[in-house]
């Protein structure tokens, strides 16, 4: 198995942990030297906090692990394509590559709703691989909407 | 004296605080129904942490003291123009509006570098005001910079 399919289902087990306390279902994982550094899962309302997204929150958790805000080296996983806060984190953090699944036209922030990486004068530009397990990211996230309907 | 000014004077002192830590100062409060509710200014070498942007502790911060995501209602008053990272916290906390100092050619994103409230699809539009007291939240930064050049 790729790599990269087998970080994105791990991504995908984070997705289901933020299924399970009723968020929308997506999550990731931060990749260095071949390990998992860093997980996270989105607990925006578990947490009642904006910045409560999946992203944010294994940035934060690998940043602490490293003991340095530059996560050079380091590549995330994600299974929707980050906003326009998560991609900037990413930038800030230095991260090396971005894999994500599903693509978001309501807010995805690498190339849907805008491409953050065309800001002029940006000092980093991380590799974007988009489209990893996307009919399994997308699916998560179509059934947990589909739930929610049925059940009101 | 107008509001704005006083709170943005309010955000010059978060500045300086980050300054006498030897961090880049920038600074920031969040003020909602004419009290300031949360104060944050820029610590990503003191806490090696990629998010710990003035703007991302105040929200944080704000957030929690409402125990709510949305910060509708709530003004931002910041030295410098919000990064990508920060303008998206600012799009996902429903904050009403954005007073800024200084504009960032370097990587401020409501117009210098890029304009991320030109993306697609977003369900949320800060007002904008920029150049409040924009020579001191310039010259702060200028000095910080220019006295590390001389101490080398």
Same mark, same amino acid.
């Given at each position: 198995?790729? /790599?990269? !399919?087998k970080y994105m289902k791990e991504a995908l087990k984070e997705a289901k942990k933020a299924e399970l !306390?009723?968020?929308?279902p997506?999550g990731c994982v !931060?990749? /260095?030297?071949?390990?998992i550094?860093?997980r996270g899962h #989105?607990? *925006?309302?578990?947490?009642? %906090? &904006?910045?409560?997204?999946a992203?944010?929150?294994?940035? #934060?958790?690998?940043?602490?692990? $490293?003991?340095?805000? *530059? $996560?050079?080296?380091?590549?995330?996983y994600?299974t929707?394509? &980050?906003?326009?806060?998560? +991609?900037?984190?990413?930038?800030?953090? *230095?991260?090396?590559?971005?894999?994500?699944?599903? %693509?978001? &036209?309501?807010?995805?922030?690498?190339? %849907?709703?805008?491409?953050?990486?065309?800001?002029?004068?940006?000092?980093?530009?991380?590799?974007?691989?988009?489209?990893?397990l /996307?009919?399994e990211c +997308? +699916?998560i996230?179509?059934?947990?909407?589909?739930?929610? *309907?049925?059940?009101?």
């Amino acid at each position: 198995m790729e /790599k990269y !399919i087998k970080y994105m289902k791990e991504a995908l087990k984070e997705a289901k942990k933020a299924e399970l !306390i009723d968020e929308v279902p997506i999550g990731c994982v !931060i990749v /260095k030297d071949g390990k998992i550094i860093a997980r996270g899962h #989105n607990q *925006r309302e578990t947490n009642q %906090s &904006p910045i409560g997204h999946a992203e944010i929150i294994a940035i #934060n958790k690998a940043s602490k692990k $490293l003991n340095s805000w *530059r $996560l050079e080296g380091c590549d995330i996983y994600v299974t929707l394509e &980050p906003c326009i806060m998560c +991609s900037g984190a990413i930038i800030q953090s *230095r991260i090396n590559k971005v894999y994500y699944g599903a %693509s978001d &036209p309501k807010g995805g922030a690498l190339g %849907s709703s805008i491409n953050v990486l065309e800001a002029n004068n940006i000092n980093h530009h991380p590799e974007v691989i988009s489209g990893v397990l /996307k009919e399994e990211c +997308s +699916s998560i996230i179509t059934s947990y909407f589909k739930a929610k *309907r049925q059940s009101k």
